[in-house]
């Protein structure tokens, strides 16, 4: 079975300070994919990342960046000089191989303070 | 430019009424999904449907109907509303269920059951 566990359940920081949202993953398949999705405020859910198994190249896009690591079944991603405008709930997702359902994590709210 | 659209966005039931959400996508895609959204649950997968013409249950079925109508719309269905099904709904879509695309999200529908 598919799991996605974010342990953070709400961060809060302070404006410009950077912030790592952890991400664990556990599936027997070999060949799966990783998401990164933003929910502001305003309820959208927003695409932000795909990742698949067998790239672990990090990734960074401009203040966001991704480490995935399949020796610890992680997927943290990182906020560099937070800004209030990314205060939102982040989810992490995974998908295995051929007709399998996206599998979400509970999510991390974060809230950045001005 | 619509993308997924999710008729209504805001709505207030009785226990017992019967209520449909709707959804639409525009863009060619084959797969859809429902899902509900609780506070600190994440998202969760209520049906789906890999293709026109096929349905198939989700992690949380229970007291919910579907019907793909065509490529385009794919319907959710309560019969019998019940105070536990007070949820935020989303419905998306994606290129294919096997595919590692990422999935579509419409803007959801906030359902409160009294």
């Known amino acids: 079975a598919q799991k996605v566990t974010q342990a953070q359940t709400e961060i809060s920081v302070v404006e410009k300070e950077d912030v790592t949202l952890d991400c664990v993953y556990e599936?027997?398949?070999?060949?799966?994919?990783l998401f990164w999705y933003k929910q502001p405020p305003s309820g959208e859910l927003v695409f932000l990342i795909r990742r698949n198994s067998f790239d672990e190249q990090n990734e960074i896009s401009g203040r966001y960046s991704w480490n995935f690591q399949k020796s610890t079944s992680s997927f943290n991603f990182t906020i560099t000089a937070s800004q209030v405008v990314d205060s939102a709930v982040y989810f992490c997702a995974l998908k295995g191989r051929g007709n399998t359902p996206l599998v979400f994590g509970k999510g991390t709210r974060l809230s950045v303070i001005a | 430019n619509a993308g997924v659209t999710q008729t209504p966005k805001f709505q207030v039931l009785k226990t017992g009424q019967s209520m449909t959400l709707q959804c639409a996508q525009d863009m060619n895609h084959n797969s859809m999904y429902w899902y509900r959204q609780d506070p600190g649950m994440g998202l969760r997968l209520i049906y789906y449907?890999?293709?026109?013409?096929?349905?198939d249950k989700g992690e949380v079925p229970n007291g919910y109907n579907v019907s793909r109508l065509n490529k385009r719309e794919f319907s959710l269905r309560l019969e019998s509303a019940a105070p536990s099904q007070t949820s935020v709904y989303f419905c998306a879509s994606s290129p294919s269920a096997d595919s590692n695309q990422p999935q579509h999200f419409g803007d959801g529908t906030r359902l409160s059951i009294l």
């Open positions: 599936t027997r398949d070999t060949t799966y994919y």
């Open positions: 449907s890999a293709s026109e013409g096929t349905t």
